[in-house]
């Protein structure tokens, strides 16, 4: 599947047009005001959003929408939340009421009410929670009984809404039948909130927006009022759901404290390295939210790919709140009308709305149960697609690499196999004589290499036959051989004498770094080219976790051969390494994972299986979640090198960190739950185990890599990245 990670530019640009417009000041004001329960008012800025159909540009025309998808739409939210416009009004009452009487509600409910929601004139409250029925609906108490005249009669005691004193309308579950089964007998009313019996309280918070306790006391309905059939409401309910986890909302909101924090915190060495880490996790986030909007858009998301990606996005959220209020320390204290607050009181504001994110629309726990119980990492990797279904490449690619190296050894007979196939070739351009065929099928080859556990310096080679193929050298008569497998290559770090390589050999090509990583924005390292053979060149062998390994020394009276690049391309050919290591780093660790899943399946301890141990079964639904964002990063950092706005250095070296810490913590796991045999010499989770190492120090480190993704540029910067 194709994911981008920026919107459509237009709509972009459209929606910050109105929210800095002469017509928005009013809104502002009003935002920066205090209105009910002691909380800002987005209504103004809504309806003037509403006015120009962009509140809910997803809806039909007829209903105040512009029929645009569901991924626009989320170009609008976006958009809105990184110019500080308060969301949970709008979620409420567009994403989950709006949307689900599109699913669901009769043309009478439809008429009446989504034109006012799309206006911004009213607004919706989703009444599920009860004292005793919180995220577990079975236990749901409010009733509904027949009241004659096609009336209801609806009593109960909800908790917990928001924005509920802005909104006009409550979307009430109540039970109309006896419980035959758990999730039976559960209605949906739509229940005006200023109708006799009805009594809305204010609860405090710990965030800004007051929670509201609520009672229904024989409040009557007319028989309008019921969505959907009656008693069938939670199929429906379990439909909405994924409305509530796209984790666009939570993936904007990490970005924009993100980028709060940073300009706040400044460039404290102390800091980057986590906010390093804190931009890659935000980048698979959007990346997951994009996917799973279209996902949706096209009526085929999972459960569970929901679950995975609300999980990650609101957690993630969590962190840069939590980062942003250690980076600040007592700065981070001072609330929104202090003249000391920072970024006018917004990352003061997050810290405390940031634990509420891991429990609304469902707590992480719950998120974790249902990807543990949905398969783990099958279950994320089932709906995957390489490109247009159509096209059978990348799967016959991945199969004959696999055939070629599924023993993990990197012997002779390996290497020529995968040079018949054309794996040196395939992003070298055909005029130098290679195939063409663009990072995402050379990605694709790494990964399976990668769950092979075999390179034996196929990752470096594949990087220097890139750099003879990109550009006219008078090195390039050295490409062929490193194209027919007669020779290899090694990457060389000027930086980093004790970097360890796979011996090249006396007739390999060694590709020199100097100036890598660069120091700054815009910088690019020199790249030369020098035979191995060359006088001045030592290559020693190392003793270490594999045979074969070496360090590569170089005199100071080597000959180097200049490639010439300019700074762009040569920022743009280290992209491609970083997004190959990265690739067969996930590779790996997807590998490691599912062996571990198996064997936790299986594996019978106390008279029940490792996985029926709910500590076991979370801690492998965190991998297979944090896998899943890995792969699904990978995927758009891949397309974006092979045409799309290119991502950037930065974005990279993030990637490749953290797919490195995935790529560890998978293999940890698998010695771990197997205990020693894990570890016995020869076994698949200590051959795993042993491969990732190498694999991770065969890149820079990951504190430099982090370091580097914390100068990485917002998502919708994607046009003016190098």
């Avoid at 404290?268 to 997951?288: F, I, K, M, V, Y």
């Avoid at 500590?615 to 950092?637: F, K, P, Q």
């Amino acid at each position: 599947m194709t994911v981008t990670l920026a919107g459509p530019a237009a709509l972009r640009d459209e929606v910050r047009t109105v929210l800095h417009s002469p017509a928005a000041g009013p809104a502002w004001r009003a935002l920066a005001e205090r209105g009910p329960w002691n909380e800002n008012d987005p209504r103004p800025m809504y309806r003037l959003l509403g006015a120009h159909r962009l509140l809910a540009p997803a809806w039909p025309r007829a209903f105040g929408g512009r029929g645009l998808s569901l991924p626009d739409a989320a170009v609008v939210v976006r958009e809105m939340i990184a110019a500080g416009v308060p969301d949970t009004l709008h979620t409420l009452s567009v994403q989950i009421c709006g949307s689900f009487l599109l699913r669901a509600g009769s043309p009478a409910q439809r008429g009446a009410l989504l034109p006012a929601l799309a206006a911004g004139q009213r607004y919706c409250t989703v009444l599920y929670t009860e004292p005793g029925a919180g995220s577990d609906l079975a236990a749901l108490t409010t009733e509904a009984v027949q009241a004659g005249d096609g009336r209801w009669s609806v009593t109960g005691h909800k908790l917990f809404s928001v924005r509920t004193c802005l909104a006009d309308t409550g979307l009430v579950a109540a039970r109309t039948a006896p419980a035959a089964a758990p999730y039976r007998g559960i209605s949906l009313f739509l229940v005006p909130l200023n109708a006799p019996g009805v009594t809305v309280s204010r609860l405090g918070s710990l965030a800004d927006e007051a929670f509201a306790d609520i009672r229904l006391e024989n409040v009557l309905v007319g028989s309008g009022a019921m969505v959907g059939p009656a008693g069938e409401a939670w199929p429906l309910i379990t439909e909405a759901l994924a409305l509530e986890r796209t984790g666009v909302d939570h993936a904007a909101k990490a970005a924009a404290w993100l980028s709060a924090a940073l300009a706040a915190a400044g460039d404290q060495d102390g800091q980057l390295a986590q906010a390093g880490r804190l931009s890659t996790r935000t980048r698979a986030a959007e990346a997951l939210a994009v996917r799973c909007v279209a996902d949706l858009d096209q009526g085929e998301v999972s459960p569970v790919l929901a679950a995975a990606t609300k999980l990650w996005c609101s957690e993630t959220a969590r962190d840069v709140a939590g980062w942003a209020a250690a980076a600040l320390g007592d700065a981070g204290l001072w609330r929104a009308g202090d003249a000391g607050a920072v970024a006018g009181g917004r990352l003061e504001a997050a810290y405390r709305e940031a634990p509420g994110l891991v429990i609304s629309a469902g707590t992480s726990e719950m998120m974790r149960e249902l990807v543990a119980g949905g398969g783990l990492t099958a279950a994320l990797t089932a709906a995957r697609q390489d490109g247009d279904p159509s096209d059978a490449v990348l799967p016959a690619l991945r199969a004959a690499v696999r055939a070629a190296a599924w023993a993990g050894t990197p012997d002779a007979t390996s290497w020529a196999d995968l040079a018949e196939l054309g794996l040196f070739r395939l992003v070298v351009p055909q005029a130098a004589g290679g195939l063409s065929l663009g990072h995402a099928a050379l990605a694709a080859a790494c990964g399976e290499l990668g769950a092979c556990g075999y390179d034996g310096g196929v990752l470096d080679t594949l990087t220097v036959a890139a750099a003879l193929g990109g550009t006219p050298s008078d090195q390039a008569h050295r490409l062929p051989s490193l194209l027919d497998g007669a020779s290899k290559g090694a990457v060389v770090d000027a930086g980093r004498p004790d970097r360890p390589v796979t011996d090249p050999g006396p007739d390999g090509v060694l590709l020199v770094l100097r100036g890598w990583p660069p120091a700054a924005d815009g910088d690019a390292p020199a790249l030369d080219i020098v035979p191995s053979g060359a006088p001045g060149v030592t290559r020693h062998t190392r003793l270490a976790m594999t045979d074969g390994l070496a360090t590569v020394a170089l005199g100071a009276d080597v000959i180097r051969h200049p490639l010439g690049y300019p700074a762009g391309e040569a920022r743009a050919l280290l992209m491609g390494d970083l997004l190959r290591r990265a690739a067969w780093l996930i590779g790996a660790g997807t590998a490691a994972l599912r062996d571990t899943e198996q064997h936790a399946g299986s594996r019978r301890q106390f008279g029940r299986a490792l996985l029926d141990n709910q500590v076991i079964a979370h801690r492998l639904a965190n991998l297979a979640v944090t896998g899943h964002a890995m792969r699904t990063l990978l995927d758009a950092e891949t397309e974006y090198l092979g045409g799309g706005p290119a991502v950037g250095l930065p974005a990279c070296a993030g990637l490749l960190a953290e797919a490195g810490r995935f790529a560890r913590s998978a293999t940890d796991a698998g010695l771990h739950l197997r205990g020693a045999a894990g570890m016995v010499a020869g076994s698949v989770a200590e051959r795993a185990w042993r491969a990732v190492t190498l694999g991770i120090a065969g890149g820079p480190a990951p504190s430099v890599l982090d370091r580097l993704a914390a100068r990485a540029p917002g998502p919708d910067e994607g046009s003016d990245r190098d």
